[in-house]
Protein backbone atom coordinates (compact mmCIF):
# COMPACT_ATOMS: atom_id res chain seq x y z
CA UNK A 1 0.00 0.00 0.00
CA UNK A 2 1.31 3.46 -1.01
CA UNK A 3 0.49 5.32 2.37
CA UNK A 4 2.11 4.32 5.86
CA UNK A 5 -0.80 2.07 7.75
CA UNK A 6 -0.32 0.69 10.60
CA UNK A 7 0.24 -3.26 11.11
CA UNK A 8 -3.55 -3.51 12.26
CA UNK A 9 -4.77 -2.17 9.20
CA UNK A 10 -1.73 -3.89 6.93
CA UNK A 11 -3.26 -6.87 8.09
CA UNK A 12 -6.49 -6.42 6.62
CA UNK A 13 -6.60 -4.34 3.72
CA UNK A 14 -3.26 -4.98 2.27
CA UNK A 15 -2.46 -7.69 -0.38
CA UNK A 16 -5.49 -8.05 -2.22
CA UNK A 17 -6.81 -4.77 -3.22
CA UNK A 18 -9.61 -5.20 -6.02
CA UNK A 19 -10.07 -2.97 -8.70
CA UNK A 20 -13.27 -1.24 -9.70
CA UNK A 21 -15.86 -4.44 -9.70
CA UNK A 22 -13.92 -6.71 -8.94
CA UNK A 23 -14.42 -9.72 -5.84
CA UNK A 24 -14.45 -7.71 -2.56
CA UNK A 25 -11.95 -11.18 -0.80
CA UNK A 26 -8.61 -11.96 -2.33
CA UNK A 27 -9.91 -14.84 -4.98
CA UNK A 28 -8.24 -18.69 -4.98
CA UNK A 29 -6.45 -18.64 -8.69
CA UNK A 30 -6.98 -22.14 -8.65
CA UNK A 31 -4.98 -22.56 -11.81
CA UNK A 32 -1.62 -24.17 -12.57
CA UNK A 33 -1.19 -22.17 -15.66
CA UNK A 34 -1.67 -18.68 -17.60
CA UNK A 35 -2.83 -18.24 -20.99
CA UNK A 36 -0.94 -15.98 -23.21
CA UNK A 37 -1.92 -14.45 -26.81
CA UNK A 38 1.38 -14.43 -28.54
CA UNK A 39 4.38 -16.81 -28.50
CA UNK A 40 6.60 -13.94 -28.27
CA UNK A 41 5.46 -12.70 -24.98
CA UNK A 42 6.13 -16.02 -23.48
CA UNK A 43 9.24 -16.39 -24.43
CA UNK A 44 9.98 -12.96 -22.79
CA UNK A 45 8.23 -14.39 -19.55
CA UNK A 46 10.52 -17.09 -19.75
CA UNK A 47 13.98 -15.19 -19.95
CA UNK A 48 12.61 -13.23 -16.94
CA UNK A 49 12.46 -9.97 -19.74
CA UNK A 50 8.88 -9.13 -18.75
CA UNK A 51 6.83 -9.80 -15.24
CA UNK A 52 3.96 -12.29 -15.50
CA UNK A 53 2.35 -15.51 -14.46
CA UNK A 54 3.53 -18.64 -16.58
CA UNK A 55 2.96 -21.59 -13.67
CA UNK A 56 2.05 -21.98 -10.82
CA UNK A 57 5.37 -23.56 -9.39
CA UNK A 58 6.85 -20.30 -9.58
CA UNK A 59 4.25 -17.84 -8.99
CA UNK A 60 0.46 -17.86 -7.97
CA UNK A 61 -1.12 -14.07 -7.96
CA UNK A 62 -3.64 -15.06 -5.17
CA UNK A 63 0.11 -16.55 -3.12
CA UNK A 64 1.79 -12.96 -4.28
CA UNK A 65 -0.89 -10.85 -2.40
CA UNK A 66 -0.62 -13.33 0.74
CA UNK A 67 2.74 -12.76 0.24
CA UNK A 68 3.16 -9.23 -0.28
CA UNK A 69 0.44 -8.65 2.53
CA UNK A 70 3.55 -10.15 5.03
CA UNK A 71 6.30 -8.33 3.62
CA UNK A 72 4.43 -5.05 4.27
CA UNK A 73 4.17 -6.56 7.55
CA UNK A 74 8.05 -7.40 7.91
CA UNK A 75 9.36 -4.06 6.84
CA UNK A 76 11.01 -5.97 3.41
CA UNK A 77 11.75 -5.24 0.10
CA UNK A 78 10.31 -8.77 -1.56
CA UNK A 79 8.76 -11.84 -0.44
CA UNK A 80 7.53 -15.24 -1.19
CA UNK A 81 5.79 -18.15 0.14
CA UNK A 82 6.77 -21.44 0.74
CA UNK A 83 4.60 -25.09 0.98
CA UNK A 84 6.17 -25.46 4.78
CA UNK A 85 8.03 -23.93 7.27
CA UNK A 86 11.00 -26.22 6.83
CA UNK A 87 10.69 -25.71 2.92
CA UNK A 88 11.60 -21.50 4.18
CA UNK A 89 14.13 -22.58 6.34
CA UNK A 90 15.97 -24.31 3.28
CA UNK A 91 15.40 -22.53 0.91
CA UNK A 92 16.52 -19.28 2.65
CA UNK A 93 19.95 -21.56 3.14
CA UNK A 94 20.79 -23.14 0.49
CA UNK A 95 19.70 -20.19 -1.92
CA UNK A 96 23.51 -18.92 -1.09
CA UNK A 97 25.35 -21.71 0.22
CA UNK A 98 26.45 -24.87 -2.17
CA UNK A 99 28.37 -27.62 -1.50
CA UNK A 100 31.93 -26.74 0.26
CA UNK A 101 30.47 -23.73 2.54
CA UNK A 102 29.60 -23.48 5.88
CA UNK A 103 26.77 -21.95 8.18
CA UNK A 104 26.71 -20.34 11.95
CA UNK A 105 23.77 -21.98 13.29
CA UNK A 106 21.97 -21.07 16.58
CA UNK A 107 21.95 -23.93 18.99
CA UNK A 108 18.50 -23.42 19.98
CA UNK A 109 16.70 -23.11 16.62
CA UNK A 110 13.41 -25.85 15.80
CA UNK A 111 14.18 -29.44 15.92
CA UNK A 112 13.41 -29.61 12.26
CA UNK A 113 15.48 -26.89 11.41
CA UNK A 114 18.75 -28.24 13.44
CA UNK A 115 17.86 -31.81 11.64
CA UNK A 116 17.56 -29.74 8.30
CA UNK A 117 20.73 -27.87 8.75
CA UNK A 118 23.02 -30.66 10.99
CA UNK A 119 22.20 -33.80 8.83
CA UNK A 120 20.55 -33.17 5.33
CA UNK A 121 22.37 -30.54 4.47
CA UNK A 122 25.12 -31.94 5.19
CA UNK A 123 24.91 -34.38 3.25
CA UNK A 124 25.00 -31.84 1.11
CA UNK A 125 28.20 -30.89 1.45
CA UNK A 126 27.20 -27.84 3.36
CA UNK A 127 29.44 -27.62 7.26
CA UNK A 128 27.53 -25.87 10.43
CA UNK A 129 29.24 -24.61 13.27
CA UNK A 130 26.78 -24.52 16.17
CA UNK A 131 26.65 -21.55 18.60
CA UNK A 132 25.08 -20.77 21.87
CA UNK A 133 22.99 -17.60 21.74
CA UNK A 134 24.06 -16.46 24.38
CA UNK A 135 27.41 -16.44 23.60
CA UNK A 136 29.16 -12.99 23.47
CA UNK A 137 30.35 -11.15 20.68
CA UNK A 138 34.25 -12.89 20.80
CA UNK A 139 32.72 -15.98 20.97
CA UNK A 140 30.51 -15.59 18.24
CA UNK A 141 33.08 -14.49 15.94
CA UNK A 142 35.38 -17.81 16.45
CA UNK A 143 32.04 -19.66 14.61
CA UNK A 144 33.17 -18.12 11.66
CA UNK A 145 35.40 -19.42 8.58
CA UNK A 146 36.28 -18.16 5.48
CA UNK A 147 33.24 -20.49 3.73
CA UNK A 148 30.74 -19.01 6.18
CA UNK A 149 27.93 -17.81 3.74
CA UNK A 150 25.17 -16.85 6.75
CA UNK A 151 23.86 -17.10 10.42
CA UNK A 152 20.97 -18.49 11.28
CA UNK A 153 18.45 -17.88 14.67
CA UNK A 154 15.21 -17.70 15.81
CA UNK A 155 13.76 -14.45 17.84
CA UNK A 156 12.02 -16.73 19.96
CA UNK A 157 13.52 -20.46 19.97
CA UNK A 158 10.90 -23.18 19.76
CA UNK A 159 10.40 -24.74 22.20
CA UNK A 160 13.39 -23.22 24.48
CA UNK A 161 12.01 -20.21 24.50
CA UNK A 162 15.70 -18.27 24.46
CA UNK A 163 15.23 -14.47 22.99
CA UNK A 164 17.94 -13.93 20.49
CA UNK A 165 19.52 -10.32 20.71
CA UNK A 166 19.59 -10.02 17.15
CA UNK A 167 21.50 -6.81 17.35
CA UNK A 168 24.32 -9.01 18.17
CA UNK A 169 23.68 -11.53 16.34
CA UNK A 170 23.51 -8.91 12.84
CA UNK A 171 27.07 -7.37 13.92
CA UNK A 172 28.50 -10.78 14.30
CA UNK A 173 27.31 -11.39 11.18
CA UNK A 174 28.01 -8.10 9.49
CA UNK A 175 31.50 -7.98 10.95
CA UNK A 176 31.99 -10.89 8.40
CA UNK A 177 30.51 -10.01 5.49
CA UNK A 178 27.17 -12.35 6.06
CA UNK A 179 23.53 -11.82 5.52
CA UNK A 180 21.68 -12.52 9.51
CA UNK A 181 18.80 -15.09 8.55
CA UNK A 182 16.04 -14.81 11.61
CA UNK A 183 13.07 -17.57 12.05
CA UNK A 184 10.34 -15.34 13.34
CA UNK A 185 7.73 -17.84 13.51
CA UNK A 186 6.88 -17.64 17.74
CA UNK A 187 7.02 -13.62 17.74
CA UNK A 188 5.36 -12.97 14.18
CA UNK A 189 5.72 -9.68 12.66
CA UNK A 190 2.77 -7.81 15.17
CA UNK A 191 5.09 -8.91 17.79
CA UNK A 192 8.60 -8.05 16.68
CA UNK A 193 10.26 -6.96 13.24
CA UNK A 194 13.67 -8.58 13.18
CA UNK A 195 14.94 -6.28 9.98
CA UNK A 196 14.75 -3.17 12.21
CA UNK A 197 17.16 -4.52 14.61
CA UNK A 198 19.65 -5.77 11.32
CA UNK A 199 18.61 -9.00 10.29
CA UNK A 200 18.74 -9.19 6.45
CA UNK A 201 16.25 -12.34 5.93
CA UNK A 202 13.01 -13.37 7.83
CA UNK A 203 11.59 -16.27 7.63
CA UNK A 204 7.99 -17.85 8.65
CA UNK A 205 6.50 -20.89 9.24
CA UNK A 206 2.92 -19.77 8.53
CA UNK A 207 1.59 -22.82 9.81
CA UNK A 208 1.75 -21.51 13.17
CA UNK A 209 0.72 -17.96 14.38
CA UNK A 210 0.03 -16.31 11.04
CA UNK A 211 -2.93 -18.85 9.53
CA UNK A 212 -3.81 -19.68 13.71
CA UNK A 213 -6.34 -22.15 12.90
CA UNK A 214 -4.18 -24.82 12.34
CA UNK A 215 -5.53 -25.89 9.08
CA UNK A 216 -2.93 -25.09 6.54
CA UNK A 217 0.72 -26.36 6.45
CA UNK A 218 3.13 -22.87 4.85
CA UNK A 219 5.86 -20.74 5.08
CA UNK A 220 7.38 -17.86 4.20
CA UNK A 221 10.62 -16.25 3.28
CA UNK A 222 11.20 -11.81 3.15
CA UNK A 223 14.15 -10.22 1.97
CA UNK A 224 15.00 -7.39 3.92
CA UNK A 225 16.85 -5.95 0.32
CA UNK A 226 19.69 -4.73 2.72
CA UNK A 227 22.52 -7.12 1.94
CA UNK A 228 24.93 -5.74 -0.51
CA UNK A 229 25.61 -8.98 -1.72
CA UNK A 230 27.29 -7.44 -4.58
CA UNK A 231 29.90 -6.15 -2.21
CA UNK A 232 31.37 -9.60 -1.95
CA UNK A 233 31.46 -11.31 -5.64
CA UNK A 234 33.44 -13.78 -4.52
CA UNK A 235 31.31 -15.50 -1.63
CA UNK A 236 27.96 -14.88 -3.36
CA UNK A 237 28.54 -16.28 -6.71
CA UNK A 238 25.15 -17.63 -7.23
CA UNK A 239 23.72 -13.90 -6.91
CA UNK A 240 26.56 -11.83 -8.30
CA UNK A 241 28.04 -13.93 -11.54
CA UNK A 242 25.56 -15.44 -14.59
CA UNK A 243 23.43 -17.98 -14.23
CA UNK A 244 23.78 -20.09 -16.69
CA UNK A 245 20.27 -21.75 -16.67
CA UNK A 246 18.93 -18.10 -17.34
CA UNK A 247 20.77 -17.46 -20.27
CA UNK A 248 23.79 -15.39 -18.47
CA UNK A 249 21.78 -13.10 -16.25
CA UNK A 250 23.22 -11.56 -13.16
CA UNK A 251 20.62 -11.29 -10.45
CA UNK A 252 22.15 -8.80 -8.44
CA UNK A 253 22.69 -6.36 -11.97
CA UNK A 254 19.27 -6.99 -12.85
CA UNK A 255 17.04 -7.42 -9.90
CA UNK A 256 19.12 -4.95 -7.67
CA UNK A 257 17.79 -5.10 -3.99
CA UNK A 258 15.04 -7.79 -5.28
CA UNK A 259 18.00 -10.34 -6.45
CA UNK A 260 18.20 -12.82 -3.46
CA UNK A 261 14.50 -13.08 -3.25
CA UNK A 262 13.96 -13.56 -7.44
CA UNK A 263 16.90 -15.99 -7.52
CA UNK A 264 15.07 -18.04 -4.97
CA UNK A 265 11.52 -17.78 -6.88
CA UNK A 266 12.61 -18.82 -10.49
CA UNK A 267 15.90 -20.69 -9.42
CA UNK A 268 14.93 -22.89 -6.57
CA UNK A 269 11.38 -22.94 -7.02
CA UNK A 270 11.35 -23.97 -10.78
CA UNK A 271 14.22 -26.71 -9.61
CA UNK A 272 12.79 -27.73 -6.16
CA UNK A 273 9.12 -26.95 -6.30
CA UNK A 274 8.14 -26.25 -2.81
CA UNK A 275 4.84 -23.65 -3.84
CA UNK A 276 1.79 -23.19 -1.41
CA UNK A 277 -1.06 -24.13 -2.60
CA UNK A 278 -3.18 -21.15 -3.38
CA UNK A 279 -5.83 -22.92 -1.09
CA UNK A 280 -3.47 -22.39 1.80
CA UNK A 281 -2.92 -19.26 0.69
CA UNK A 282 -6.09 -17.93 0.95
CA UNK A 283 -6.33 -19.58 4.41
CA UNK A 284 -3.69 -18.11 5.63
CA UNK A 285 -5.04 -14.65 4.24
CA UNK A 286 -8.10 -15.40 6.54
CA UNK A 287 -5.81 -15.86 9.63
CA UNK A 288 -3.67 -12.77 8.91
CA UNK A 289 -6.71 -10.88 9.01
CA UNK A 290 -6.57 -11.24 12.99
CA UNK A 291 -3.20 -11.66 13.71
CA UNK A 292 -2.98 -8.60 15.64
CA UNK A 293 -6.20 -9.90 17.81
CA UNK A 294 -4.66 -13.05 18.67
CA UNK A 295 -1.12 -11.97 19.24
CA UNK A 296 -2.30 -9.54 21.86
CA UNK A 297 -4.74 -12.38 23.41
CA UNK A 298 -2.06 -14.87 23.39
CA UNK A 299 0.53 -13.27 25.06
CA UNK A 300 -2.36 -11.78 27.54
CA UNK A 301 -3.73 -15.37 28.40
CA UNK A 302 -0.08 -17.05 28.40
CA UNK A 303 1.63 -14.39 30.90
CA UNK A 304 -1.53 -15.51 33.34
CA UNK A 305 -0.34 -18.87 33.06
CA UNK A 306 2.84 -18.48 33.33
CA UNK A 307 2.31 -16.44 36.30
CA UNK A 308 0.09 -18.89 37.99
CA UNK A 309 2.44 -21.58 37.25
CA UNK A 310 5.51 -19.96 39.12
CA UNK A 311 2.85 -19.35 42.37
CA UNK A 312 2.03 -23.29 42.04
CA UNK A 313 3.55 -25.52 44.74
CA UNK A 314 4.02 -28.64 42.34
CA UNK A 315 5.96 -26.70 39.59
CA UNK A 316 9.50 -26.53 39.58
CA UNK A 317 10.05 -24.05 36.91
CA UNK A 318 8.09 -22.04 34.92
CA UNK A 319 10.08 -20.50 31.52
CA UNK A 320 8.36 -17.80 30.08
CA UNK A 321 9.77 -14.35 28.31
CA UNK A 322 7.37 -11.94 30.11
CA UNK A 323 7.88 -12.96 33.62
CA UNK A 324 10.84 -10.71 35.47
CA UNK A 325 12.45 -13.90 36.73
CA UNK A 326 12.82 -15.19 33.01
CA UNK A 327 17.11 -14.61 32.06
CA UNK A 328 15.39 -13.08 28.78
CA UNK A 329 13.16 -10.54 30.40
CA UNK A 330 15.01 -7.56 29.61
CA UNK A 331 15.72 -8.34 26.20
CA UNK A 332 12.32 -9.62 25.38
CA UNK A 333 11.02 -5.89 26.53
CA UNK A 334 13.56 -4.59 24.12
CA UNK A 335 13.02 -6.34 21.30
CA UNK A 336 8.67 -7.10 21.79
CA UNK A 337 7.89 -4.31 24.14
CA UNK A 338 3.86 -5.30 23.19
CA UNK A 339 4.85 -9.48 24.47
CA UNK A 340 6.51 -12.36 23.27
CA UNK A 341 4.43 -15.25 22.14
CA UNK A 342 1.68 -17.85 23.46
CA UNK A 343 3.95 -20.52 24.24
CA UNK A 344 5.52 -21.48 27.56
CA UNK A 345 7.84 -24.38 28.75
CA UNK A 346 7.60 -25.45 32.68
CA UNK A 347 8.50 -28.57 34.42
CA UNK A 348 7.45 -30.39 37.24
CA UNK A 349 8.56 -31.12 40.72
CA UNK A 350 8.04 -34.88 40.08
CA UNK A 351 9.71 -34.66 37.07
CA UNK A 352 9.67 -36.53 33.45
CA UNK A 353 7.04 -39.11 35.02
CA UNK A 354 4.77 -36.62 36.85
CA UNK A 355 4.96 -34.64 33.18
CA UNK A 356 3.56 -37.54 31.18
CA UNK A 357 0.67 -37.96 33.70
CA UNK A 358 -0.24 -34.74 34.07
CA UNK A 359 -0.34 -34.21 30.05
CA UNK A 360 -2.97 -37.51 30.08
CA UNK A 361 -5.18 -35.46 32.50
CA UNK A 362 -5.62 -32.33 31.09
CA UNK A 363 -8.81 -32.02 29.43
CA UNK A 364 -9.14 -28.62 27.71
CA UNK A 365 -5.37 -28.67 26.42
CA UNK A 366 -4.85 -31.30 23.60
CA UNK A 367 -2.21 -33.44 22.97
CA UNK A 368 -0.99 -32.21 19.74
CA UNK A 369 2.61 -31.98 17.63
CA UNK A 370 1.02 -28.47 16.79
CA UNK A 371 1.92 -25.02 18.93
CA UNK A 372 1.16 -21.84 18.22
CA UNK A 373 -2.49 -21.71 16.99
CA UNK A 374 -6.35 -20.18 18.40
CA UNK A 375 -6.82 -24.04 20.71
CA UNK A 376 -4.75 -24.71 23.84
CA UNK A 377 -2.67 -27.41 23.57
CA UNK A 378 0.85 -29.49 25.17
CA UNK A 379 3.45 -31.54 24.44
CA UNK A 380 6.39 -33.11 25.67
CA UNK A 381 9.64 -32.38 23.42
CA UNK A 382 12.07 -34.63 24.62
CA UNK A 383 9.71 -38.20 23.63
CA UNK A 384 7.57 -36.27 20.94
CA UNK A 385 9.25 -33.54 18.44
CA UNK A 386 12.69 -33.46 19.38
CA UNK A 387 12.97 -37.30 20.06
CA UNK A 388 15.60 -37.97 17.74
CA UNK A 389 17.95 -35.73 19.80
CA UNK A 390 20.43 -37.69 22.25
CA UNK A 391 20.59 -36.06 26.23
CA UNK A 392 23.48 -34.14 24.85
CA UNK A 393 21.88 -32.23 21.69
CA UNK A 394 18.77 -31.68 23.81
CA UNK A 395 20.97 -29.55 26.30
CA UNK A 396 21.98 -27.86 23.72
CA UNK A 397 19.00 -27.34 22.22
CA UNK A 398 17.64 -25.70 25.64
CA UNK A 399 15.21 -28.68 25.66
CA UNK A 400 15.21 -30.48 29.28
CA UNK A 401 13.89 -33.82 29.68
CA UNK A 402 10.91 -32.86 31.67
CA UNK A 403 10.35 -29.94 29.89
CA UNK A 404 6.44 -29.44 28.78
CA UNK A 405 5.40 -27.16 25.75
CA UNK A 406 2.33 -25.84 26.64
CA UNK A 407 0.93 -23.41 24.14
CA UNK A 408 -1.55 -21.04 25.47
CA UNK A 409 -4.69 -20.49 23.12
CA UNK A 410 -7.33 -17.60 22.89
CA UNK A 411 -9.55 -19.56 24.95
CA UNK A 412 -10.97 -17.50 28.31
CA UNK A 413 -8.35 -17.77 30.28
CA UNK A 414 -10.40 -18.81 33.61
CA UNK A 415 -11.12 -21.93 31.36
CA UNK A 416 -7.52 -22.86 30.82
CA UNK A 417 -6.23 -21.89 34.59
CA UNK A 418 -9.27 -24.41 35.89
CA UNK A 419 -8.07 -26.99 33.58
CA UNK A 420 -4.69 -26.77 34.69
CA UNK A 421 -5.77 -26.52 38.18
CA UNK A 422 -7.49 -29.86 38.01
CA UNK A 423 -4.58 -32.14 36.46
CA UNK A 424 -2.47 -30.52 38.69
CA UNK A 425 -4.26 -31.47 41.81
CA UNK A 426 -4.23 -34.82 40.47
CA UNK A 427 -0.51 -35.50 40.41
C1 LIG B 1 7.12 -25.27 13.06
C2 LIG B 1 8.35 -24.50 12.88
C3 LIG B 1 9.11 -24.64 11.71
C4 LIG B 1 8.73 -25.62 10.62
O1 LIG B 1 7.57 -25.22 10.01
P1 LIG B 1 6.55 -26.22 9.26
O2 LIG B 1 5.53 -25.28 8.74
O3 LIG B 1 6.04 -27.19 10.27
O4 LIG B 1 7.32 -26.90 8.19
C5 LIG B 1 10.23 -23.86 11.57
N1 LIG B 1 10.60 -22.99 12.54
C6 LIG B 1 9.90 -22.84 13.67
C7 LIG B 1 10.35 -21.86 14.70
C8 LIG B 1 8.75 -23.58 13.88
O5 LIG B 1 8.05 -23.42 15.02
Known amino acids: MNKQYRKETICIQSGWQPKNGEPRVLPICQSTTFKYESSEQMGRLFDLEESGYFYSRLQNPTNDCVAAKICELEGGEAAMLTSSGQAACYYAVFNICEAGDHVVLSSTVYGGTFNLITCTMKKMGVECTIVDPDASIQELAE ?16 PALVVLDIEKFAKAAHDHQVPLIVDNTFATPINCNPIKWGADIVIHST ?3 MDGHAMALGGCIVDSGNFDWSAYPDKFPGLCTP ?185
Open 143 to 158: AFRPNTKCVFAETIAN
Open 207 to 209: TKY
Open 243 to 427: DESYHGIIYTEKFGRAAYLTKATTQLMRDLGSMQSPQNAFLLNVGLETLPLRMERHCYNAQKVAEYLEGHEKVAWVNYPGLKSCKYYETAQKYMPKGTCGVISFGLKGGREAASKMMDLLELAAIVTHVADARTSVLHPASHTHRQMNEEQLKEAGVAPDLIRFSVGIEHIDDIIADLEQALSKI
